[in-house]
């Protein structure tokens, strides 16, 4: 008997500790997706990445605030948001112990204000985003820079606006072509 004690003791455990023991998971685990919501600009990349619709952004009905929303009841841990966010404001965690008593408690979400266009008054963007979108053009500098302002308008108004600007180019290309 004292001989079999011997050669058990001499394999060692054949088995984990856990639910006893933390549980250390493998490098690349893919586990609870943990959102920054200071980081997170709400441009909306990872929602339509999201195969699993497991992300969704909507408008609030007084059109102010945008909503970012994750229900881990339908994430498959693919790793897509992860991957398609530019700010690396999602990231999968080793977390896996997801089990709530209220399906409720599975949901995150928080809230961005819009921005509106300067032309239209329309919301057409996150705030953070628009922001984001302006230091970025102001950063990199030359013309570039120059078109900083215009993250300010809608897609409408500024399609209209370069529509303009390309009309205006070309009446005066075709009047210094008639004047020579
Ligand atoms: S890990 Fe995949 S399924 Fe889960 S929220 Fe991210 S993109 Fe959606
Ligand atoms: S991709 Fe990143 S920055 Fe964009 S909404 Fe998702 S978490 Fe936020």
């Not at 011997?6 to 500790?17: C, F, M």
């Not at 998971?25 to 959102?35: Q, V």
């Not at 897509?80 to 966010?85: F, K, L, S």
């Amino acid at each position: 008997m004292f001989e079999l004690f011997k050669e058990i003791r001499k394999a060692g455990d054949a088995t984990i500790g856990y639910p006893f023991q933390p549980l250390e998971m493998p490098a690349g685990f893919r586990g609870k997706p943990e959102h920054k919501e200071r980081l997170c600009i709400a441009c909306g990349a990872c929602a339509i990445a999201c195969p699993a619709n497991a992300i969704t952004m909507d408008l609030d009905d007084e059109q102010e605030y945008i909503t970012w929303d994750i229900s881990y009841g339908r994430c498959i841990f693919c790793g897509r948001c992860q991957e398609v966010c530019p700010l690396y404001a999602i990231v999968l965690t080793t977390e896996f112990e997801l089990a709530v008593r209220d399906k409720a408690d599975l949901r995150e979400s928080c809230a961005y204000p819009v921005a509106r266009c300067s032309c239209c008054g329309k919301p057409y963007a996150a705030a953070k985003e628009v922001d984001y979108a302006r230091r970025v053009l102001e950063s990199v500098g030359g013309p570039a820079a120059a078109d900083a302002d215009a993250v300010s308008l809608c897609l409408a108004c500024r399609r209209r606006d370069d529509a303009l600007a390309f009309q205006r180019q070309a009446r005066v290309a075709s009047e210094e072509g008639g004047a020579r």
